[in-house]
């Protein structure tokens, strides 16, 4: 195999479109940032619209078409369809650029209307006349939270021969004559409706098709028997094991008890299976105690009163409890701020009389991106919770006709909230991990191989935890009505889960994984029980409410789960090399066997990021009428794409075939997925804001 520049004469023009490439995918980067400053009109003019942009695009399609040709990819069609299917998803995207266009229809009760503004502002016509019957905000039972947003639209032709009487809703749009409509948005008296308006007679059949021949391409690239990834399986070092270090420290505290009013506990445990409205959705009593103790206190129960018997001592005894140092504030200059020596306040101590002390510190802090402000409205949050607690509006009993739940639901509910799964199961997989590197350690240095008990015991704990977890999950769902894939909270469950079950899969062949992946999903579980994301189980919103969200998360989540392992394993190969004499056999071997691995995870899991970012597409356009909007988080994810898509390039990146420059692009790839996930949440805005972790 060539390994050097001089041995290769056509390496330039090899190279040149992954550096086209990374050029694109530096420029993408920036300009989320730059959207963050100067806004969106702003960077779609200069950048995304602009010419040198498609100019870029078109540059990169040309020199992949060149490759195509001068390799004569055609010998290998399964990398052949691959690449194929990007030169048509990129020729699907000009014709979408310059046949199709979008725009807004603006539809009042009973006026017929056949023209609508596009995105230039101009004033179109359609072919056929629609008009809106009616309009209405369907609800989640019991509750103000909206469910859908529909339209029923009559249709018809100018001449009258043809009639339809379309439901035009979230993920339910209506087709004729080539356009497309869409739910936008509705007037505040419910009499209007506005519909968006795509008009894409080409461009997104042709995009769609390129999406085939790229799901197409990647499972043959995973199930072809002369292909890389098969090929890295039959691979004997990948029989043989590795190990991996990595430090956590953590710390609680505790505080002394005082007496106070309260409800005897039998009488307050009675109330917790009561049905409420809570969370914009039907609740038992239960449920909106612990998250209301939760939140304001930062422990699920305050001094050994249940949450119930704190809520109800609350509502009975507000003066007592209003002198009670009970709402948490974490930030320490905020306390000193407020004269507040104490990690939790009374309600009392936040008011002067009738002035509120948060409000002058809030007008002083307004705009600024400070850990100060964060925490004064992170505060006020809680004194608003403790506040409608007292007034009697937080606890909403169900108005009359409400369904009910079942009582197999409600216990399931109370099951879930009496047993703490993310927190056991961060402390055990942690404790576990750390545990399993140490007899690792020791092994190594002693030169002992682990024995079939020490095998037999860990699968089983590795397997326990697993199921474990997975039980905590599917009740969630099972109580939520819908796959938990909702808000930051769950989707780091799931990435733990996933974490998990690659652990499960690959310890039998790869030992060292098993304290792999407890370490990697304890940490996962960590950061959501430190980050304190939001656990409240919530209905989902209506344009969320799509069976393509759900693969297009789960696909992604997975990708970002096997994306970490290749980190660790990167990690721990850049250790190896660093600080051991690389060129000893059992060394070279080891760091052979992560570079193996590396490389055989790196399969499945860009195939399952760029799956995920097909579906998402999908949904999208289902959605609101568009496969592709540049939002920041979709920016990020076609970022990521690129970054782990070049890894599989060693023949035009010749560098990437040496192992040190290869994990250390691995690691510094999964910065970009840290990016995508965490960067875009807090840093940048954008349509995915739904999904912030906090």
């Not at 056949?114 to 369907?138: A, C, I, K, N, Q």
């Not at 420290?249 to 505080?255: E, F, I, K, N, S």
């Not at 780091?492 to 790869?510: I, N």
């Not at 560098?655 to 790839?669: D, E, K």
Request: net charge positive.
């Amino acid at each position: 195999m060539r390994s050097s520049a001089t041995s290769d004469p056509d390496l330039t023009m090899k190279s040149v479109p992954f550096i086209l490439l990374f050029i694109i995918a530096v420029i993408l980067g920036v300009s989320t940032f730059v959207e963050d400053a100067r806004g969106t009109a702003f960077i779609r003019e200069y950048a995304y619209a602009a010419w040198w942009f498609k100019g870029l695009w078109t540059l990169l399609a040309a020199g992949m078409a060149v490759a195509l040709v001068r390799r004569k990819m055609w010998r290998r069609p399964a990398a052949f369809l691959l690449h194929l299917g990007f030169l048509v998803v990129f020729a699907g995207a000009l014709l979408t650029a310059f046949t199709g266009h979008k725009g807004l229809l603006h539809l009042r009760q009973g006026v017929p209307t056949e023209s609508y503004v596009d995105e230039g502002h101009r004033m179109l016509h359609l072919p056929f006349v629609l008009t809106l019957d009616s309009f209405r905000v369907e609800y989640y039972a019991g509750t103000t939270a909206p469910s859908d947003y529909v339209s029923q639209v009559s249709c018809s032709n100018t001449d009258g021969t043809w009639r339809a009487c379309p439901r035009i809703s979230m993920n339910r749009i209506f087709s004729a004559g080539g356009y497309r409509f869409y739910q936008s948005s509705f007037d505040e008296d419910l009499k209007g409706s506005w519909l968006a308006v795509n008009h894409d007679p080409y461009g997104t059949a042709v995009t769609y098709a390129g999406f085939l021949l790229l799901c197409i391409g990647g499972l043959w690239l995973l199930l072809d028997p002369k292909g890389g990834f098969r090929r890295l399986l039959r691979h004997p070092l990948l029989r043989k094991g590795g190990l991996f270090v990595l430090l956590l420290l953590a710390t609680t505290g505790a505080q002394a008890a005082s007496p106070l009013p309260t409800v005897r506990r039998a009488q307050a445990d009675s109330l917790a299976v009561r049905q409420v409205v809570y969370n914009d959705r039907v609740a038992p009593f239960n449920t909106l105690c612990r998250d209301f103790v939760q939140k304001v206190y930062g422990r699920p129960s305050f001094h050994g009163l249940s949450p119930e018997q704190v809520v109800t001592s609350w509502m009975l005894y507000p003066e007592e409890w209003g002198r009670t140092p009970v709402i948490r504030i974490k930030n320490r200059e905020l306390r000193e701020r407020l004269g507040i020596k104490r990690e939790h306040a009374a309600l009392s101590e936040l008011f002067d009389g009738k002035d509120y002390k948060l409000q002058p510190l809030w007008q002083q802090e307004m705009g600024r991106r400070s850990k100060l402000g964060r925490a004064i409205q992170e505060t006020d949050e809680k004194v608003g919770l403790v506040l409608m607690l007292t007034q009697g509006t937080l606890v909403r009993p169900l108005p009359p006709g409400t369904p009910r739940l079942s009582e197999r639901k409600i216990q399931a509910e109370l099951l879930y909230n009496r047993i703490p799964f993310n927190k056991v199961l961060f402390m055990a997989n942690l404790a576990l991990g750390f545990t399993g590197i140490g007899l690792l350690l020791f092994r190594m240095l002693r030169h002992r191989n682990e024995s079939r008990t020490e095998r037999r015991l860990w699968t089983a704990a590795l397997w326990l935890a697993t199921l474990f977890h997975a039980s905590g999950y599917a009740l969630r769902g099972y109580v939520s009505g819908n796959l938990p894939l909702n808000n930051g909270y769950e989707t780091m469950q799931f990435v733990a889960l996933a974490v998990l079950l690659t652990a499960c899969l690959l310890q039998r062949r790869f030992p060292f994984v098993r304290p792999f992946g407890f370490l990697l999903s304890g940490f996962t579980l960590l950061v959501s029980h430190l980050g304190e994301m939001n656990p409240q189980i919530t209905p989902l919103m209506p344009v969320l409410a799509s069976p393509w969200l759900s693969w297009h998360v789960s696909l992604i989540m997975i990708s970002y789960a096997l994306s970490a392992f290749v980190c660790l394993n990167g990690l721990l190969a850049v250790g190896l090399m660093a600080h051991s004499r690389r060129h000893d056999p059992p060394v070279r071997e080891r760091v052979e066997q992560l570079t193996l691995l590396s490389r055989l995870l790196l399969y499945p899991s860009t195939f399952l990021l760029g799956i995920g970012i097909l579906l998402g597409s999908v949904w999208a356009n289902v959605s609101w009428g568009s496969y592709w909007s540049w939002d920041p988080k979709e920016v990020w994810a076609l970022v990521a794409f690129i970054v782990y898509g070049a890894a599989f390039h060693r023949r035009g990146l010749p560098w990437l075939r040496r192992p040190l420059p290869f994990h250390l692009y691995m690691v510094t790839a999964f910065l970009v997925v840290l990016m995508t996930y965490f960067g875009v949440n807090y840093l940048l805005g954008g349509m995915h804001s739904y999904a912030n972790p906090s």
